[in-house]
C-alpha cells in the first residue's frame, strides 16, 4: 500500500518536502557538510506516511509509504476496552538520530477512527560532530476520530543538535491525545544537559489552517542555561501531554490531569487550551520512572473521562 503525495506537493526526496520550513537559529547555527554521509544520500532522509480509514468495526490501515530508517510493522488490535483501535508502532531501522538526519512522518487519520501511534523505544540522539538532524510530525484527525500519539522519550547525548516539529491538525470533532518527553541526557551514565541544543515546536491547527496553539521548546545549555527558572529548574525530566477533544468541556478535562497528578509529588502544571479546545500539563522531576508513571496515570484518567475505557498495557520488550 502507497500513500500518494499531494498533486501540488514537491516529491518526495525533493528537499522541500523533508527540510523543515524555517529551523531555529539555535540548531541552523551548526549548519555544515558533514565528512560522512551528507544530507538527502541514501538512509539520510527517513520518510514515514501513513492512513487510516474506518472499515467496518475497526480502523484499518489503508494507506502506508516507508523509507528506511522510518517504518512500522502491522497493526495490533489488543485493547480489551477498545477491540476497534489501531495500535501501531513506529519504529527505526537505525540506532537513532544521527548528524545531518531528516526525518518526516505524515499520518492521516480519518472519519471516526481510532488509532494509538508509540515508538518502539526512547529516541536517541547522537553526538553530532557537523550539522544537526530534523524531526517532523504531522498528524491529522478528521471528524469523529480518536487519536493518540503517545511516543516514549528523546534522549539527547552529549553534542547533539536537533529540531522537532510536531504539527497537529484536528477536527473539531476529533480527538486528539499527544504526549512529548525529553530527558536531560542520559542520566544512568551521569550525563546531564551536556547536548548542545535541543529545540522543539508543537502546533495545533484547525483543517482551515487557523491555529489554535504553539508551544515553543528551546534548550540550550551552553546558551542562555537550562537549570533555572522557566526552563528545567534542576530537573531531569520534562513530560507534555496536550489533550484536545470535543467530548468534555476543557475546564474538566483540566480538572482530571490535575487530580491525576495531585498526589505524586511532582512538579507540575495544567492549563485550559485556546478557543477552549482541551487542556495541556506539563510536568517535571528527577525521576524517569515516577514520571511515566505519572504521564501514564494522566493519560489513564482522561481515557476514562473521554471514552469510558482505561489505557491499555503496552509490552514493547
Known amino acids: 500500500m502507497t500513500v500518494p503525495p499531494v498533486d501540488d506537493a514537491p516529491p518526495r526526496l525533493d528537499p522541500r518536502h523533508y527540510e523543515p520550513a524555517r529551523v531555529p537559529y539555535a540548531v541552523?547555527?551548526?549548519?555544515?557538510?558533514?565528512?560522512?554521509?551528507?544530507?538527502?544520500?541514501?538512509?539520510?532522509?527517513?520518510?514515514?506516511?501513513?492512513?487510516?480509514?474506518?472499515i467496518g468495526g475497526r480502523t484499518e490501515l489503508t494507506g502506508h509509504y516507508q523509507k528506511s530508517p522510518l517504518q512500522i510493522m502491522r497493526p495490533?488490535?489488543?485493547?480489551?476496552?477498545?477491540?476497534?483501535?489501531?495500535?501501531?508502532l513506529l519504529m527505526s531501522t537505525g540506532g537513532g538520530i544521527l548528524q545531518a538526519d531528516r526525518l518526516r512522518t505524515d499520518i492521516r487519520c480519518g472519519?471516526?477512527?481510532?488509532?494509538?501511534?508509540?515508538?518502539?523505544?526512547?529516541?536517541?540522539?547522537?553526538?553530532?560532530?557537523?550539522?544537526?538532524?530534523?524531526?517532523?510530525?504531522?498528524?491529522?484527525?478528521?471528524?469523529?476520530?480518536?487519536?493518540?500519539?503517545?511516543?516514549?522519550?528523546?534522549i539527547p547525548f552529549v553534542d547533539s543538535r536537533l529540531y522537532q516539529r510536531t504539527v497537529l491538525t484536528v477536527d473539531p470533532g476529533a480527538?486528539?491525545?499527544?504526549?512529548?518527553?525529553?530527558?536531560?541526557?542520559?542520566?544512568?551514565?551521569?550525563?546531564?544537559?551536556?547536548?548542545?541544543?535541543?529545540?522543539?515546536?508543537?502546533?495545533?491547527r484547525?483543517?482551515?489552517?487557523?491555529?489554535?496553539?504553539?508551544?515553543?521548546?528551546?534548550l540550550e545549555p551552553a546558551g542562555a542555561g537550562v537549570t533555572g527558572p522557566a526552563v528545567l529548574g534542576g530537573h531531569d525530566v520534562m513530560s507534555s501531554l496536550y489533550v484536545l477533544s470535543p467530548l468534555a468541556p476543557a475546564a474538566r478535562i483540566a480538572d482530571t490531569?490535575?487530580?491525576?497528578?495531585a498526589d505524586r509529588g511532582l512538579l507540575y502544571g495544567v492549563s485550559v487550551l485556546p478557543q477552549d479546545s482541551g487542556a495541556w500539563l506539563r510536568l517535571l522531576d528527577s525521576d524517569t520512572r515516577a514520571c511515566a508513571a505519572a504521564l501514564r496515570a494522566a493519560w489513564d484518567a482522561v481515557r476514562r473521562l473521554l471514552i469510558g475505557a482505561p489505557a491499555p498495557e503496552l509490552r514493547k520488550t
Open 76 to 88: 495490533l488490535y489488543f485493547d480489551p476496552a477498545r477491540p476497534d483501535l489501531a495500535v501501531t
Open 28 to 54: 541552523r547555527r551548526y549548519a555544515g557538510t558533514p565528512d560522512t554521509l551528507a544530507v538527502g544520500r541514501p538512509g539520510k532522509v527517513g520518510l514515514l506516511e501513513l492512513a487510516f480509514e474506518r
Open 175 to 204: 480527538t486528539v491525545l499527544a504526549g512529548e518527553t525529553v530527558l536531560a541526557g542520559r542520566l544512568a551514565r551521569g550525563e546531564r544537559n551536556a547536548y548542545q541544543v535541543f529545540a522543539s515546536d508543537l502546533e495545533v
Open 206 to 218: 484547525r483543517p482551515d489552517g487557523e491555529s489554535v496553539a504553539v508551544d515553543t521548546v528551546r
Open 111 to 154: 472519519a471516526d477512527t481510532a488509532v494509538h501511534l508509540t515508538t518502539q523505544a526512547a529516541t536517541k540522539v547522537y553526538r553530532m560532530e557537523y550539522d544537526y538532524a530534523t524531526q517532523l510530525v504531522n498528524l491529522a484527525a478528521g471528524p469523529g476520530a480518536y487519536v493518540e500519539y503517545l511516543p516514549e522519550p528523546v
Open 257 to 261: 490531569l490535575h487530580e491525576a497528578l
